[in-house]
């Protein structure tokens, strides 16, 4: 992975931290998770990292990176597990995976609670500034909650280098799954409250970046 591949747009440079727990965490959630989740994960970090800098808040690139990176690693079938919810699974196999780069015990607990907190309602941003990030970006990326706190070029441009293939079928379907077997979980939480609905008229699920590209270019 290198970071001239990894950088997004040219307006405000928003690239992707580079180090060992972050090359390691994208290729753990590139062989694990599918194409559409890999990239709903790196648009999380992306739209979190715009947020931020929108609104001058301060955070640790690499641990909110590692942390967009396993936040949905639990739907996946190799790392289910059949009575915690998804997040909860997912920040305790962060914590494991930390533990093998030598992170200490206090940040392995800061990522296991971003992961879990990115399902909550709302995270306070002076407590957790990481997981408050988290929990508005996958928001965005869900639910298309905020989407306009974002310039149109800079969804445009994400998008166009991580597209959202499938995302809201399989996202529907995976939480349907969850929610069947463990109905006491944040997922069936969500699909209660209308998250299918809310992924399938997401903003951004009609967003065509190369064809707002070309209008662009064409006019005057």
């Not at 992975?1 to 090359?23: K, W």
């Not at 998008?159 to 995302?167: D, G, M, S, Y």
């Not at 939480?175 to 997922?187: L, V």
Request: aromatic residues 8%; proline residues 4%; contains cysteine.
């Amino acid at each position: 992975m290198n970071s001239a591949a990894f950088r997004v747009t040219n307006t405000g440079q928003l690239a992707i931290p580079e180090s060992t727990a972050t090359v390691r965490a994208y290729e753990i959630a590139a062989e694990y998770t599918s194409p559409a989740l890999l990239h709903h994960s790196v648009r999380a970090y992306l739209w979190a990292a715009a947020l931020a800098r929108q609104e001058r808040i301060e955070f640790d690139p690499e641990l909110l990176w590692v942390a967009a990176m396993f936040h949905d690693v639990g739907l996946v079938e190799a790392f289910d597990n059949h009575r915690l919810a998804f997040e909860e699974a997912g920040g305790h196999l962060a914590k494991v995976f930390a533990a093998g780069l030598g992170w200490s015990p206090h940040r392995r607990t800061r990522l296991h609670e971003i992961i879990v907190r990115h399902m909550w309602p709302s995270v306070e941003s002076d407590a957790d500034p990481e997981g408050h990030l988290l929990e508005r970006s996958t928001g965005i990326d869900i639910s298309g909650r905020e989407i306009d706190t974002l310039t149109t070029e800079l969804r445009g441009e994400i998008l166009a280098r991580w597209p959202r293939l499938r995302l809201a079928e399989e996202f529907t379907n995976c939480f349907q799954d969850q929610a069947a077997r463990k109905p006491h979980t944040s997922a069936a939480t969500a699909l209660a409250n209308g998250l299918a609905t809310r992924l399938i008229t997401n903003r951004l699920e009609h967003h065509h970046p190369h064809a707002q590209k070309q209008t662009t270019t064409t006019r005057g």
